[in-house]
């Protein structure tokens, strides 16, 4: 069942739970993902940052809107951290249903005005927009972007930009860095910012940088209004672990041999992950 962000977001904020965003960049971790979410009967977001959109090419975006079109679970097609027009445009026209529009390095003024010119032309073919204020960290290399400090979201910003803007979204900055947090850096997420956030709008928030938290902390931002959070590092950091681990038998060369043990370990944190967000079963409120 595909959707856009707006109606999928909508039921968990009324159950008070959170969707997984995986982010997918091949054909194994998109099956990995659908399988977990089917077994598990939780609702994904096929996440797709715009570095993977190149490797992948847009040719894989038809094959994910299938998968969306053919399972029962509702799936919504999200275009991750987009920065400028051109690539928000492409990600609508190869079949996206929601895409992400990340001005959150500028000043607040030009990220507003860049969200509201996404929201007018998003919403004229129903995709939904979510739209970042503050800054979310980074790990390191082998991590999606973010910025070096975490500039942790200013309160008093988010119901003027929420309102200017139109956003059905928010990833608001409170403390996650991208990536898998190296042994001197401890995530620091802030619950009461979170919470106070969350009491300013009514919109769901997104959580990012979600890989390699405290359980606990993210199981209590799912009570504080997050219905969203993403997750890329902790799935594809399973299956790459396995893979090297199957690898290391030299006789191995079919892509049918070599996977499945990999998509497994995937699937294990991936059905983690809908637990701890609360998502098994919600599939069957829509
Ligand atoms: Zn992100």
Same mark, same amino acid.
């Given at each position: 069942m595909l959707m856009n962000m707006r109606d999928l977001l909508a039921v968990a904020q009324k159950n008070k739970f959170a969707v997984p965003a995986f982010n997918i960049s091949s054909s194994m971790l998109l099956t990995g993902v659908i399988e977990a979410s089917e077994e598990a009967s939780s609702p994904v977001i096929f996440a797709i940052h715009p570095d993977e959109l190149a490797f992948v090419r847009p040719s894989f975006i038809s094959a994910a809107v299938q998968e969306a079109i053919r399972t029962s679970v509702p799936v919504c097609i999200h275009l991750d951290h987009g920065s400028s027009l051109d690539q928000i445009m492409a990600a609508i026209r190869y079949g996206f249903t929601s895409v992400m529009m990340d *001005? !959150?390095? !500028?000043p607040l003024e030009e990220n507003i005005a860049a969200c509201k010119e996404v929201v007018e032309l998003a919403h004229a073919v129903d995709v939904s927009v979510e739209g970042e204020l503050g800054t979310i960290g980074t790990t390191g290399p082998e991590a999606e972007a973010g910025t070096e400090e975490i500039i942790y979201v200013n309160p008093d910003d988010v119901e003027t930009f929420v309102e200017a803007t139109g956003v059905d979204t928010l990833a608001a900055a409170v403390g996650t860095a991208h990536g898998i947090y190296p042994k001197d850096k401890k995530p620091e997420l802030k619950l009461d910012l979170l919470r106070e956030i969350s009491s300013r709008v009514d919109i769901p928030l997104v959580l990012h940088g979600? !890989? *390699?938290?405290p359980d606990d902390e993210i199981a209590k931002a799912v009570t504080l209004g997050v219905c969203k959070i993403n997750i890329s590092s902790d799935t594809k950091d399973a299956f790459y672990q396995k893979c090297r681990e199957v690898l290391s038998n030299p006789g191995l060369r079919e892509p049918n041999s070599i996977y499945p043990a990999c998509i497994e370990a995937m699937k294990k944190v991936a059905h983690h992950k809908i637990k701890l967000f609360n998502a098994a079963g919600k599939a069957a409120l829509y």
């Open positions: *001005a !959150s390095e !500028s979600g !890989s *390699a938290n």
